[in-house]
């Protein structure tokens, strides 16, 4: 199988980075005690049972701002503050124990000061605890529960809350699934510049997802978040740029877009831009960069990227041709179920190419691709049943096949289903039937079903007989080169049948077939030529020369 395919992208939620990370301290120390003598008051007072003071100390000694940094006075101190309730003392010392700064990391602990924090709505507190639950960091995994903290963080403004508080909505985790409510909480975290809320929001535009489809939204979200370096929106920036959805075509900024999330690492954006150079769309066409990034992509598991990095060492397109190689890429991408990896994987099986044949191994790797609606792969294996190669040989497993492949509008499969109505085999003989599906491969163009359309409306069979419409079929198959179909219409202009009686054309349709040394076609024409005058004979010569262009 030859060509690259389509650029794919992404279109879920990102997958990584679903939580937001821990906030950080948000109480700063107050500069003003930094310097000895006012130390020396809070010192004074946080010994008196100042809690206010006793969490500045905290505050203090965990920055290390004018004292020697010490983990375990800061501790001292906010668990002194922590104790009688002060709220971001608390939460500081979930922090300390939740990163394990100058202490053993314990999650319980940490969430037992983030609890006491969050019931006194520090918001920062209440997305940490959430955060705990969702991932079950220091007590049992609840989604009921992170869905709560998440809520009443996000109603206090948190940005990350209210972008985690989305996904859940998004995936129905402890709560009912809404995407109208995931929008809601995405468009308020995007409206505080949260990077991947933006992006959320560009795929719930994209995709119709709690609102109608927006491809300018998308776009527009999808590029304040690119900016920001999301890799997820420059990727799928870099696809509506490719489309022309939502903004002007423009594969320069594709490739702009998709080179930034590459560089990232992003593998589905090293695919798309190894396709940029690969077809010269953005960038100078360039094989050698295309299998670069292949490479960068086929390495991080892109199946799409194995499968094309397997042909670009089949074709010798980039890089020296290899066919052991490239059969070590389709199978690493036929391995994680891509259906082009596991056709030209087949391919190689079934023809011996940089592996050993064993039609045993086609026939098993056509089937994969076969059942995820592959055409070819349906039809090759349609012909391993006819044929009886690495299967045992069954006209009704062909038949199976054709036919899934003929109604996805495969002209092959449809001539091939024509065919084995027509003989009854692998299925019930039916004429209407084989009518039919000839019919259909032959408004594709298919010369061969054109010609056996043609033979039964000529018999009748399956049809009412007519001779008009044979004659029709049997002149498209011969415009296209059928040998038969040219012979047969030379014999009906010369008969008359179905056409207009016409000597001089009979006759430039059997001397075209006579050149290509059908005897009985040179016979024919000899035979009327007893009934055309030299200047007729030499004029459809001539016109025998154009009904093919014609």
């Not at 020396?40 to 049972?49: D, F, K, N, P, Y």
């Not at 520090?122 to 220091?138: C, K, R, S």
């Not at 300018?216 to 920036?237: E, I, P, T």
């Not at 001397?511 to 076609?521: E, W």
């Amino acid at each position: 199988m030859g060509g690259l395919f389509l650029i794919t992208f992404l279109l879920a939620m990102c997958s990584s980075d679903v939580l937001a990370a821990p906030a950080e301290e948000h109480v700063k120390p107050d500069q003003n005690y930094y310097d000895a003598a006012k130390l020396a008051i809070s010192r004074r007072l946080a010994e008196q049972g100042d809690a206010d003071a006793q969490f500045r100390l905290g505050e203090i000694y965990s920055g290390g701002n004018g004292i020697t940094q010490n983990y375990t006075e800061a501790i001292k101190w906010y668990r002194l503050a922590a104790r009688q309730g002060h709220a971001e003392a608390q939460f500081n010392l979930g922090l300390i124990f939740h990163q394990g700064r100058g202490v053993a990391q314990d999650y319980a602990e940490a969430r037992k000061w983030f609890l006491l924090a969050a019931q006194q709505e520090v918001p920062e507190a209440q997305f940490n605890l959430g955060i705990m639950y969702d991932t079950g960091q220091g007590t049992t995994q609840s989604d009921i529960e992170a869905f709560k903290w998440y809520r009443r963080a996000a109603e206090h403004g948190n940005a990350k809350a209210q972008l985690n508080l989305g996904l859940m909505y998004v995936r129905g985790r402890g709560v009912l699934q809404s995407y109208t409510e995931a929008l809601k909480w995405f468009e308020l975290a995007a409206a505080k510049e949260e990077s991947q809320a933006q992006y959320n929001l560009g795929v719930m535009y994209e995709n119709a997802q709690g609102t109608k489809q927006d491809y300018a939204q998308a776009f527009k979200w999808y590029q304040l978040s690119a900016q920001q370096g999301d890799v997820n929106a420059q990727r799928s920036l870099g696809k509506l740029y490719c489309y022309g959805k939502g903004t002007v075509q423009d594969y320069v900024q594709s490739a702009k877009w998709n080179r930034l999330a590459a560089l990232q690492g992003d593998a589905d954006a090293q695919y798309n831009l190894a396709v940029n150079y690969s077809k010269g769309e953005g960038v100078e066409k360039d094989d050698a960069e295309a299998i670069k990034w292949y490479h960068l992509a086929a390495q991080q598991g892109n199946s799409s990227a194995q499968n094309n990095l397997g042909e670009c060492y089949q074709e010798g397109r980039g890089v020296a041709k290899n066919t052991v190689e490239s059969v070590k890429w389709y199978k690493a991408s036929a391995k994680q179920g891509e259906k082009f990896g596991q056709y030209n994987l087949a391919l190689a099986y079934h023809q011996g190419m940089g592996i050993a044949e064993d039609h045993a191994e086609a026939a098993k790797w056509y089937r994969l691709a076969a059942q995820q609606n592959f055409s070819p792969a349906q039809i090759n294996l349609a012909l391993m049943y006819v044929n009886g190669e690495g299967v045992k040989q069954s006209y009704t497993e062909a038949f199976n096949w054709f036919r899934k492949a003929a109604e996805n509008g495969e002209a092959d499969a449809q001539f091939s289903l024509g065919v084995m109505y027509s003989s009854g085999r692998g299925t019930k003989q039916s004429y209407a039937e084989a009518v039919k599906w000839y019919r259909l491969a032959a408004r594709q163009g298919y010369a061969e079903a054109q010609f056996n359309l043609g033979y039964l409306y000529q018999k009748g069979l399956g049809v009412a007989k007519n001779s008009a419409r044979a004659f029709a079929w049997n002149r498209r198959a011969a415009r296209r080169g059928h040998a038969e179909a040219q012979y047969n219409v030379a014999i009906m202009y010369g008969q008359g049948y179905g056409v207009a009686q016409d000597y001089e054309l009979a006759y430039s349709w059997s001397y075209l077939v006579s050149q290509a040394g059908n005897k009985d076609a040179a016979e024919y024409c000899d035979e009327l030529a007893e009934k055309l005058t030299p200047q007729q004979i030499e004029r459809a010569k001539g016109t025998s020369r154009t009904l093919l262009a014609n």
